[in-house]
């Protein structure tokens, strides 16, 4: 997963506007917050609340 470090720095979980952590080796943003866990699809961050995974 290639994500810049000030693009992860803006980015928001869209349920509760906590801030996101990366998860290399899965692929996936998860959710300092609520810990929901968004897929990166071809290193596009999908942040929809109906694709994340929840804890």
């Known amino acids: 997963m290639k994500i ?3 693009l992860l720095e803006i ?3 869209p349920a509760c506007k ?3 952590r990366a998860e290399a080796e899965a692929d ?3 959710c300092t917050g609520c810990g ?3 897929p990166v699809r071809d ?3 999908v942040l929809l ?3 994340a995974r929840t804890p």
Do not use: T
Request: aromatic fraction near 10%.
């Open 11 to 13: 980015l928001a979980c």
């Open 43 to 45: 290193d596009i961050p």
């Open 4 to 6: 810049d470090d000030w």
């Open 36 to 38: 929901r866990v968004y």
């Open 28 to 30: 996936e943003l998860a």
């Open 49 to 51: 609340v109906d694709e």
């Open 18 to 20: 906590s801030a996101l």
